[in-house]
């Protein structure tokens, strides 16, 4: 793991994830100008009891307090799937698994 995603990894510990799957996508993005500038693209999978009854938007910001500060340097771009235990755990079309 790199020391950017064990950063963001350790900063979402507070949301007491029960699952957590961060993958550097940054290869996929060599090129573009972000990624020229060193900043990684991140693509984010997280389930927490925290997010029980939020909104999508709660759950975006909910993460984004903990690691907003990183963007644009060193996170370029963060693609953010945030869950209640319930729904990861059930078939959804729109969700893909890893």
Not at 31 to 57: D, K, M, N, W, Y
Request: charged share 25%.
């Amino acid at each position: 793991m790199s020391p950017t995603a064990e950063l963001v990894a350790r900063r979402l510990a507070a949301l007491e994830p029960l699952h957590l799957a961060l993958d550097d996508d940054s290869d996929d993005h060599a090129g573009h100008p972000g990624a020229a500038g060193g900043g990684g693209h991140f693509s984010l999978t997280i389930v927490s009891e925290q997010f029980r009854g939020a909104t999508r938007l709660a759950r975006h910001r909910a993460v984004l307090e903990r690691v907003g500060d990183l963007i644009p340097h060193p996170v370029h771009a963060l693609a953010i799937q945030a869950y209640a235990p319930d729904e990861f755990d059930s078939p959804s079309p729109d969700r893909t698994s890893r």
